[in-house]
T-cell receptor, first 114, second 115 residues
């Protein structure tokens, strides 16, 4: 069965420094992968998605993620953090048994220090 | 509407009572999903609708949970005889097509607290 592991429950960076949120997945086939963001008291929003096209995916708000099949990773990065990036980030993989089920990671809380 | 809406935003109930949670998807979206998010955890899939049919109810935790959708629009998630472990945020999402790569648009959720 497929699974998603977000390696850090919390990540704290200073404003203006790079962001790295780590995600590893397990799947017996080539999955689709997503990053969603959840700001406090707001709904979940899709940041970006990988669907077997380019391995480097660019999303909204300056975020990007690289699909690395050999490492089964899909880490999320941003060159320079902004205070407004403070939120919870979820890595998601598509389900093997159906074409609509999504398997969610536990989330990483991104904290931005001024 | 402009986005997915859910009501109520917060619901506090006593153990043993029934609750109904409502989801209004984006107009024209054929697919609708219900998830549960416990504190500090990721989303747990509950049920999926394509149109008014629910081909996959495998995520419903028990027979106390049921959901329906009418008019290929509004959906209601009902929890009967609520238990304290049902306390969570219940999220609804909709998407245009029944394909894994299609973006799911989420509502703000209903926070359910069972005392």
């Amino acid at each position: 069965a497929q699974s998603v592991t977000q390696l850090d429950s919390h990540v704290s960076v200073s404003e203006g420094t790079p962001v790295l949120l780590r995600c590893n997945y397990s799947s017996s086939y080539s999955p689709s992968l997503f990053w969603y963001v959840q700001h406090p008291n707001k709904g979940l929003q899709l940041l970006l998605k990988y669907t077997s096209a380019a391995t480097l995916v660019k999303g909204i708000n300056g975020f990007e993620a690289e699909f690395k099949k050999s490492e089964t990773s899909f880490h999320l990065t941003k060159p320079s953090a902004h205070m407004s990036d403070a939120a919870e980030y979820f890595c998601v993989v598509s389900g093997e048994d159906s074409n609509y089920q999504l398997i969610w990671g536990a989330g990483t809380k991104l904290i931005i220090k001024p | 509407g402009a986005g997915v809406s859910q009501s109520p935003s917060n619901k506090v109930t006593e153990k043993g009572k029934d609750v109904e949670l409502r989801c209004d998807p984006i107009s024209g979206h054929t697919a609708l999903y219900w998830y549960r998010q416990r504190l500090g955890q990721g989303l747990e899939f509950l049920i999926y609708f394509q149109g008014n049919s629910a081909p996959d109810k495998s995520g419903l935790p028990s027979d106390r949970f049921s959901a329906e959708r009418t008019g290929e629009s509004v959906s209601t998630l009902t929890i009967q005889r609520t238990q304290q472990e049902d306390s969570a945020v219940y999220l609804c999402a909709s998407s245009s097509y029944r394909r894994l790569a299609d973006t799911q648009y989420f509502g703000p959720g209903t926070r359910l607290t069972v005392l």
